[in-house]
């Protein structure tokens, strides 16, 4: 069963393992198709589910909209976090990719999400990348506007920086409910430059994407030596695959990351949920960092 947690002291609650569709265009469902695919992740507990404005080039919340409009009674069922703050070329008036988080356009995008997504109201907006032009009191207006409509429940952002963090919660009468970052065993920055250590001090979980690599972890030859001990690791776990360990690596650390999974396979989805049973010890854990830098801690 997967559990749930409280996102931070204000809340939401979330599935503890999340159904991310950054690659639902890829996945080449039908409508019908992809009711079945969220039914299958809903009743198997995983209920939240990530998205973003950019997504498949603008896309992907439109088809997902499309499938709840087919099973309207799913949206009870779930919480829906999407993002905003990246304009990408895949729209014609936008001569280069750049941010963009000014009061009118958060106001607008949320809008644009909540009719592709064919609901009432977001669970979680998030700024999607930090923008060096942010004016966090613009920010802050956007969002106390739409909290007060009641067309989004809760606000965070993704990739930021502690001060970047800070900055903006400054201007915000409610907590931040998370920061959406990369955490994998081959991408390993933010565990010591103090993005986590301030999230564990504020009690808020932060959501982790990417935590296979993008599919590196297992097509990359520079990370055999780190495939040989998540298999050594899942051995002594008794874990089924690799990828149960490094969910398992992942939510091991002390801030309680919530990890993203990003196939459209569910027999994957669901392999993914024993993670949640396994005891990883602290050896363990450096054994999976170790191999994944190629060095001992100093």
């Known amino acids: 069963m997967v559990q749930r947690i409280t996102l931070a002291p204000q809340g939401p609650e979330f599935s ?46 439109a088809a997902f909209g499309e499938a709840l409009r087919l099973a309207p009674h799913l949206r009870q069922r ?18 280069l990719g750049h941010y963009i988080t000014s009061r009118e356009h958060i106001l607008r995008s949320a809008e644009t ?25 613009e920010v802050a207006e956007a969002f ?6 009641g067309k989004v429940r809760h606000f965070g952002v ?5 001060a970047q963090f800070m900055l903006l919660q400054s ?5 931040l409910a998370t920061n959406q970052v990369e955490i994998s065993p081959v991408y390993q920055p933010l565990l010591l430059d103090g993005t986590l250590d301030q999230l564990q001090q ?32 899942a051995q002594e776990l008794g874990a089924e695959t690799i990828e149960q360990v490094v969910y398992a690596w992942v939510m091991r650390l002390p801030s309680q990351p919530l990890p993203i999974i990003g196939s459209g396979k569910i027999e994957r989805v669901r392999a993914a949920i024993p993670a949640l049973s396994l005891e990883m010890t602290r050896q363990q854990w450096f054994r999976i960092r170790k191999a994944a830098l190629g060095y001992d801690v100093p």
């Open 171 to 175: 201007r915000l009468p409610f907590t």
């Open 16 to 61: 503890r393992l999340v159904m991310g569709y950054w690659r639902l265009m890829e996945w080449k469902f039908s409508a019908r198709e992809l009711v079945s695919f969220i039914e299958a992740h809903l009743d198997s507990g995983i209920t939240t589910v990530d998205h973003a404005d950019i997504y498949g080039g603008y896309q992907c919340e």
């Open 144 to 149: 106390l506007a739409l909290h007060q409509s």
């Open 113 to 137: 999400s909540l009719k592709n997504l064919a609901t009432d109201s977001l669970d979680l907006l998030l700024i999607h990348r930090p923008d060096p032009l942010m004016d966090a009191d």
């Open 78 to 95: 779930m919480e829906i976090v999407t993002k905003c703050g990246i304009a990408t070329t895949a729209k014609e008036e936008n001569t």
């Open 202 to 233: 504020l009690r808020i979980r932060p959501m982790a994407w990417s935590c296979l690599g993008g599919g590196r972890l297992f097509n990359d030859a520079a990370f055999q030596p780190l495939r040989d001990e998540l298999q050594n690791v």
């Open 158 to 162: 993704s990739n930021f920086t502690p």
